[in-house]
């Protein structure tokens, strides 16, 4: 197999610095854990009320939800927008900027489908080692 080179700008030693700064280290981060690729997956098919979302998964709590949410805003992923009604209702929606992430985020869900039981053989093979 080729070697592959680093991505660029990646020097060794790594420091603390650069890997706490690296925006792809942010990124994964974000994208990386327990419920913002659901979210943003549904949220790829059309913009979803609170409430909907909430109903939408299970075993997320309001708490979670609204946590992930507020970072996904915040990262400008989603827009959240407060229509005035009785009560007020809430709508998020992907910006420009998350659709424009779905096409990495779901070839990286193609590429875990893909490859999956070849990474659960490895798992198996290096907990049977000695």
């Not at 981060?29 to 790829?44: A, E, F, H, V």
């Not at 609204?66 to 992907?94: N, W």
């Not at 424009?100 to 779901?106: A, G, Y």
Request: aromatic share 6%; hydrophobic share 40%.
């Amino acid at each position: 197999m080729p070697e592959v080179e680093p991505a660029a700008g990646v020097t060794s030693p790594v420091t603390v610095a650069d890997h706490q700064y690296c925006p792809a280290t942010a990124l994964l981060s974000r994208i990386g854990d327990k419920w913002s690729p659901l979210l943003l997956s549904l949220l790829s098919r059309r913009s979803y009320g609170f409430n909907e979302l909430d109903r939408s998964v299970e075993g997320l709590s309001r708490r979670m939800l609204v946590r992930t949410l507020r970072s996904l805003e915040r990262d400008g992923l989603i827009s959240r927008t407060v229509h005035p009604s009785v009560p007020p209702r809430t709508e998020y929606a992907l910006t420009d900027l998350g659709r424009s992430l779905q096409e990495p985020l779901f070839a990286l869900g193609r590429w875990a489908v893909t490859h999956e039981i070849e990474l659960l053989a490895a798992r198996a093979r290096f907990e049977a080692a000695p």
